[in-house]
C-alpha cells in the first residue's frame, strides 16, 4: 500500500534537496504526495549541515587581536594593489543567488550580486523568481518589505503588485486599470542543485546555454554546504582548477594536522596528500579536470580519490569524487557580489550509503578550500603572469575564459565607482 505522505511541501525539510519536486505542485496548500517510502529514501541526518566563513575569518591572521581589528583588515584590504589590466567583474553566464533551503514558499530576499540590486521571491506555486529590486513607480526596494501575492510581488510602499509571469504592473489601489507599459524586469532564472541560478549578459541575450539537471541528484541526498567569501576577482577562483602547480604546493599538508608544514620530517608520519591534474578546455563553454588524490604515510598511499570536475560558464563547477567509500557530487557555485568580492558555495550531495562519508567532507573539503581563501584574500590579480611551463594551462585557461566577456561588458574600474566591496 503506498501511502502520502501528507507533508505540506513548503513545510517538509526534504523538498528543498530536490527542488525539481517542487515544481510538481501547483498551489500552496499542495501536499507532498510522494510515498512515505521515497520520502524516507531520501532521509538524512546531515541535511542541516552549513560550515560557513566570512571574508574576516580566513586569511588575516597576520593582523593581531584587539577589539579595532576589523577596520585593520578594512584598512589592510583598501590598501591592497589590485593590479593591472583587470579583467571585468561580471562575466556572462548562470550565477548562484539565493540557496533554495533559504527561500521557503511566500519568502522575499534581497540579494547584491554582478552590480545589480535583486529581489528573489518564490511565489505559491513554488517556483522561484527573481526581478529587479527597484520599483518603477517611486524607487522602494521590493526586497525589503515586500511581499508574495499568489505568484506576484507586491511593492512595501504603495501596494502596487507585479507579475510573476512577466514583470508587468497588475494592480494599484484604488485604480481600476493597472497602468499599461509598466514592468520591473525579470531575470530569467532556473532552480537547480539546490540554488536559484539567473543568467547575467552584458549583451542582454538569452541564455547561450542551458542548465541542465544532474541525473544523480534523482537519487542522491543533499549532506549539506561549505560557505565562503572571498576576496579576489572571479577569474582567479577557478583559475585554481588550471593552476596545477599550485596543488602540491598549498594542499599537500595534512588536514589532520600542519604540523609538517614546520617541521618535514612528521609528514612521513602524519601522512601528506599527492595531487594530480590535467585540465583541459573543451570548444565549448566548459572544461575539464582530472584529478586523483591519494594521502601517503610512509611508502604508503590511503584514501585513494578520483575527481571529474566540469568547469561549466564562469561561475559554476561539478565535481564527482569516486573513492573506496563511494560517489559523492559536489556543486560548486562562484557569484560576484562586488568587483573583487566573491560568494563560493561547495553544496555535497551522495547516495544514502555514503551520506556519513558525504556529511564529513563537507569540512574537509571546506578545510582544504580555506588554504586558497587564504591566498585569494590579498593577492592581486596578475595579468601577464611569468610563467614556466607547468603553467601552461593557465595561460589556456584564460584564453578559454575570457569568452565570457564582451563589448558591453562592466570594466573593473566602472565597477568599483559605484561600489563598496568592504
Ligand atoms: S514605490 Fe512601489 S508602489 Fe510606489
Ligand atoms: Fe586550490
Known amino acids: 500500500m503506498v501511502v502520502s505522505c501528507s507533508i505540506r511541501f513548503d513545510r517538509c525539510k526534504d ?13 500552496m496548500a499542495a501536499y507532498c504526495t510522494d510515498s512515505v517510502d521515497s520520502v524516507l529514501k531520501n532521509e538524512n ?5 552549513l560550515y560557513k566563513k566570512e571574508l574576516t575569518e580566513v586569511g588575516f591572521e597576520h593582523i593581531g587581536p584587539g ?40 519568502q522575499v530576499t534581497a540579494v547584491d550580486a554582478l552590480g545589480q540590486n535583486l529581489c528573489v521571491y518564490r511565489g505559491e506555486d513554488g517556483v522561484a523568481r527573481v526581478v529587479d529590486a527597484y520599483c518603477p513607480h517611486l524607487g522602494a526596494n521590493l526586497a525589503i518589505g515586500g511581499s508574495v501575492c499568489g505568484n506576484c510581488i507586491e511593492c512595501p510602499f504603495h501596494k502596487w503588485r507585479f507579475s510573476g509571469e512577466d514583470g508587468s504592473c497588475v494592480s494599484v489601489p484604488d485604480v481600476e486599470h ?12 532556473v532552480e537547480m542543485d539546490g540554488a536559484i541560478w539567473i543568467w547575467h549578459d552584458a549583451e542582454n541575450r538569452t541564455p547561450l546555454w542551458d542548465m541542465t539537471e544532474v ?9 549539506g554546504r561549505n ?9 582567479d577562483i577557478p583559475e585554481n582548477g588550471a593552476d596545477v602547480g599550485h596543488l602540491n604546493a598549498v594542499h599537500s599538508p595534512s588536514l589532520l594536522s600542519r604540523l609538517g608544514e614546520k617541521y618535514p620530517l612528521l609528514n612521513d608520519l602524519i601522512g601528506y596528500h599527492v595531487w594530480s591534474a590535467t585540465w583541459s578546455k573543451n570548444e565549448d563553454h566548459t572544461a575539464n579536470i582530472d584529478l586523483t588524490h591519494d594521502y601517503r604515510i610512509m611508502k604508503y598511499n590511503i584514501g585513494h580519490v578520483d575527481v571529474k570536475v566540469t568547469q561549466i560558464g564562469p561561475g559554476y563547477v561539478r565535481l564527482f569524487f569516486q573513492s573506496t567509500v563511494g560517489p559523492m557530487y559536489v556543486s560548486q557555485s562562484v557569484t560576484p557580489l562586488g568587483p573583487s568580492l566573491q560568494r563560493v558555495i561547495h553544496r555535497v550531495y ?17 578545510d582544504m578550500f580555506v588554504r586558497d581563501v587564504e591566498i585569494w584574500n590579498s593577492k592581486r590579480f596578475v595579468s601577464a603572469p611569468s610563467y614556466v611551463k607547468a603553467d601552461k594551462t593557465i595561460r589556456a585557461y584564460r584564453n578559454w575564459y575570457s569568452q565570457f566577456y564582451s563589448k558591453n561588458s562592466v570594466s573593473f574600474r566602472e ?5 563598496l566591496d568592504w
Open 415 to 419: 565597477a568599483n565607482q559605484n561600489m
Open 350 to 366: 551522495s547516495p544514502a550509503y555514503n551520506a556519513p562519508f558525504a556529511a564529513l567532507s563537507v569540512r574537509l573539503e571546506g
Open 45 to 49: 541526518t546531515f541535511s542541516e549541515l
Open 178 to 189: 493597472a497602468p499599461k507599459g509598466v514592468s520591473i524586469k525579470q531575470w530569467t532564472t
Open 215 to 223: 541525473p544523480e541528484l534523482k537519487h542522491w541526498g543533499y549532506r
Open 67 to 106: 577589539p579595532d581589528r576589523e577596520r585593520r583588515i578594512s584598512r589592510a584590504q583598501a590598501s591592497r594593489r589590485m593590479g593591472d589590466k583587470i579583467p571585468p567583474p561580471y562575466p556572462n553566464g548562470w550565477f548562484a543567488v539565493a540557496e533554495s533551503i533559504e527561500l521557503k514558499i511566500g
Open 227 to 235: 560557505d565562503f567569501t572571498v576576496s579576489a576577482h572571479i577569474q
Open 15 to 27: 523538498y528543498l534537496r530536490a527542488p525539481s519536486c517542487v515544481k510538481k505542485y501547483s498551489n
